[in-house]
Antibody, heavy 122, light 109 residues
Framework: QLQLQESGPGLVKPSETLSLTCTVS??????????WAWIRQPPGKGLEWIGS???????HYNPSLKSRVTISVDAPKNQFSLSLSSVTAADTAVYYC??????????????WGQGTLVTVSS | DIVLTQSPATLSLSPGERATLSCRAS???????FAWYQQKPGQAPRLLIY???SRATGIPDRFSGSGSGTDFTLTINRLEPEDSALYYC??????????FGGGTRLEIK
């Protein structure tokens, strides 16, 4: 059974870098059908896609965050990571990692981690 | 940028009734790249519908999706109290590559 688990600091100071890791179990992160993604949700608000990565390292980022985001993959550890620089209070959110299934017929997030709240505050 | 607008913002219905949730895109969207998600308080979203009309694994047939182009609909028949949740639509397209709608809150009273 596929499981995704986010980990990282729950509190980050303004102007610093937010770093999170997603550990995947129950499937190989090197599966060719899937991308791996980060999505966030500010408290009481909607969902925002941050970016996605393929096991080869190919990435796609939300243009609104692209200048501050880096997503990387560590295939041997079956993990992928998010780095978001120069954070402000507006980056306070629940951060989810998710699997993005990409087939000829569809593209959708079929599995999600439980999410981790990251608060940006001094 | 493709913007997804969901309506209504809130829907309040009784058990056994039918819910119709709408998602309108600012530009035409490929049906293949359109999905619906359900999110309950304190939980991660769960995939309901992908490819605009295909139910995800384990989703009851009370849930159905339809639509094409710029107008998509999620229909939930025979509402149950457990259907109370936020529902989001999502599309994959050009920059930004993946976007979500603002959500519809469904209340079962």
């Amino acid at each position: 059974q596929l499981q995704l688990q986010e980990s990282g600091p729950g509190l980050v100071k303004p102007s610093e870098t937010l770093s999170l890791t997603c550990t995947v179990s129950g499937d190989s992160i090197s599966s060719s059908t899937y991308y791996w993604a980060w999505i966030r949700q500010p408290p009481g608000k909607g969902l925002e896609w941050i970016g996605s990565i393929y096991y080869s390292g190919s990435t796609h980022y939300n243009p609104s965050l692209k200048s501050r985001v880096t997503i990387s993959v560590d295939a041997p550890k079956n993990q992928f990571s998010l780095s978001l620089s120069s954070v402000t209070a507006a980056d306070t959110a629940v951060y989810y990692c998710a699997r993005l299934e990409d087939t000829v017929y569809s593209l959708h997030f079929d599995h999600w981690g439980q999410g981790t709240l990251v608060t940006v505050s001094s | 940028d493709i913007v997804l607008t969901q309506s209504p913002a809130t829907l309040s219905l009784s058990p056994g009734e039918r819910a119709t949730l709408s998602c309108r895109a600012s530009q035409s969207v490929s049906s293949s790249y359109f999905a619906w998600y359900q999110q309950k308080p304190g939980q991660a979203p769960r995939l309901l519908i992908y490819g605009a009309s295909s139910r995800a694994t384990g989703i009851p047939d009370r849930f159905s999706g339809s639509g094409s182009g710029t107008d998509f609909t999620l229909t939930i028949n025979r509402l149950e109290p457990e259907d109370s949740a936020l529902y989001y639509c999502q599309q994959f397209g050009r920059s930004p590559r993946i976007t979500f709608g603002g959500g519809t809150r469904l209340e079962i009273k």
